[in-house]
Every structure is written in structure tokens, then in C-alpha cells.
């Protein structure tokens, strides 16, 4: 195996890097991230992270394709519902759903040209991805940016894989009462309240 070229400081200086100038309250909680990489967002059931991803997969069609593949609802009237409340129509022709396809078969299509930039995956634990898989798939498509959303255990993502995903990831989003914060490589970490209502019912329900 041939070495890869050493890069000077200069060169490094002077290297160009596709990123995305989110609007807020987006940028607040990510900061200006590249249109590469893995993110991922882990919470538990009915607190918010399918929401999000969903807010984000809209306001990311403005930097790129987005395909949105639910694994674990699939083509469902709560998936047409979420899709519903957010106006996605709006942003029709730049995001697609994908009917919980496989991980081989999301490959294929990635391969073809005019593939999307964005990939939405949700959820990671429907993948049956281990770590390798998800190491050969992110250096595969090293342009493309995959988001990951995760079941949660505790505060943290369920499964090894998913930990390892984590730690991986250039942004980290736990969300937990339909609020998220965020550890990521671009700057941002402010909180962001995704829903108004939700968060106070979780908060007074917690302080009970």
C-alpha cells in the first residue's frame, strides 16, 4: 500500500472545506459544519429526535440532496403526519424518502450519479450495521454526510455501535424533553428547545 502525501501547515492554511451556514437557531446549536462527515442524534421515544432530524433534513436541502431513509417507520401515516407539520412540500424535489431501505441497497444508489449529498438514517439499530460496516461505508462516500438518529439508553446512545458511532461523529446531538444540546467540532452549543410546549410538560412532569 502506497503512503499518502504529507501535507504541510501552508497547504492545510490554504485548503478550501465545503461547510454550511446554517441558519438559527441552527447554527447556535451545530455552528457552521462541513457538507462531509457523520452526525448523530440519540434521545428515547417521544422526545423530540425524529423531529429534529426532520427540521434539520429540511433546512440542510438548501446545502445539498437530502434522502431520508426510515428504517424503522418507513412509509407510515406517522412518518406523512411529521412530514405534514413541517411543510416539507416546500422543499420538494430537494428531499426524498427512502422506504426503509437497506444499508447494501442504499449503497447501490449512492453509486449512481446525481446521488443525494445528505443521508438520513433512521434508525441507526435498524441498520444491522457493526462498526466496520459503518467505517466502510463512510470511507466509500467520503463527500456525502450521514446522519444517524439512535435509540437511547439513559443519556446515552443504545448499543456499542452506536457509542462508537458517537464518538465518531463531528456533531453529537442528545436530545431529552424535546430539548437538544449539542458537542460538535464547529463551534455552536447552544441549547435549542424544539418544542416549546413539550419541553415544559417533560420539565414540570420531571420536577414532580
Not at 440532496?65 to 420538494?92: C, D, H, K, P, T
Not at 449503497?107 to 446525481?114: C, D, E, P, S, T
Request: proline share 3%; glycine share 8%; no cysteine.
Amino acid at each position: 500500500m502506497s503512503l499518502g502525501k504529507a501535507i504541510s501547515p501552508k497547504q492545510l492554511a490554504a485548503t478550501k472545506f465545503k461547510t454550511m451556514n446554517l441558519p438559527n437557531p441552527y447554527k447556535d446549536l451545530i455552528g457552521t459544519p462541513e457538507l462531509s462527515g457523520t452526525w448523530i442524534i440519540w434521545g428515547h421515544s417521544g422526545n423530540g429526535k425524529t423531529r429534529l432530524a426532520l427540521e434539520l433534513s429540511k433546512v440542510l436541502t438548501s446545502f445539498g440532496r437530502v434522502w431520508y431513509n426510515s428504517l424503522e417507520e418507513g412509509q407510515s401515516l406517522s412518518i406523512q403526519s411529521a412530514f405534514a407539520q413541517l411543510n416539507m412540500e416546500e422543499v420538494s424535489g430537494k428531499i426524498s424518502l427512502l422506504n426503509g431501505e437497506t444499508i447494501e441497497d442504499l449503497k447501490v444508489r449512492l453509486r449512481r450519479k446525481r446521488s443525494a449529498d445528505i443521508i438520513v438514517i433512521d434508525s441507526l439499530q435498524y441498520t444491522g450495521l457493526n462498526y466496520k460496516a459503518y467505517t466502510e461505508l463512510k470511507d466509500e462516500f467520503p463527500k456525502k454526510l450521514f446522519v444517524f438518529v439512535s435509540h437511547a439508553d439513559g443519556k446515552e446512545p443504545a448499543g456499542r455501535v452506536a457509542k462508537a458511532v458517537r464518538y465518531d461523529s463531528n456533531v453529537k446531538i442528545h436530545v431529552e424533553g424535546y430539548k437538544a444540546e449539542a458537542a460538535t467540532r464547529y463551534g455552536g452549543g447552544k441549547e435549542y428547545i424544539i418544542w416549546k410546549e413539550g419541553n415544559e410538560r417533560f420539565n414540570k412532569k420531571k420536577a414532580r
